[in-house]
């Protein structure tokens, strides 16, 4: 994913519905990094998801695997 995909996907979680609960992704957004922000948007949305059954695809996991070692690389570096 790139800057602007990551950011479009968030604008599309936030935008149409903005409550209490997703406001807390803009201040994700203030402390944390980019990644860490999107990793746990799409982590929430994977833990939904899963509870409701729903089948998941390979490409979304391997997103979330790679936000979390880019984080990773990050914290270390």
Do not use: H, W
Request: proline letters at 3%; glycine letters at 2%; charged letters at 20%.
């Amino acid at each position: 994913m790139n800057y602007c995909n990551k950011i479009i996907l968030l604008n599309d979680k936030l935008e149409p519905k903005r409550n209490f609960f997703q406001i807390k992704y803009f201040q994700k957004l203030t402390y944390l990094n980019l990644n860490q922000a999107v990793y746990k948007l799409l982590k929430s949305n994977f833990n939904y998801l899963s509870q409701k059954g729903c089948p998941l695809t390979f490409n979304y996991q391997e997103i979330l695997s790679s936000l979390k070692n880019s984080i990773k690389r990050k914290i270390v570096s």
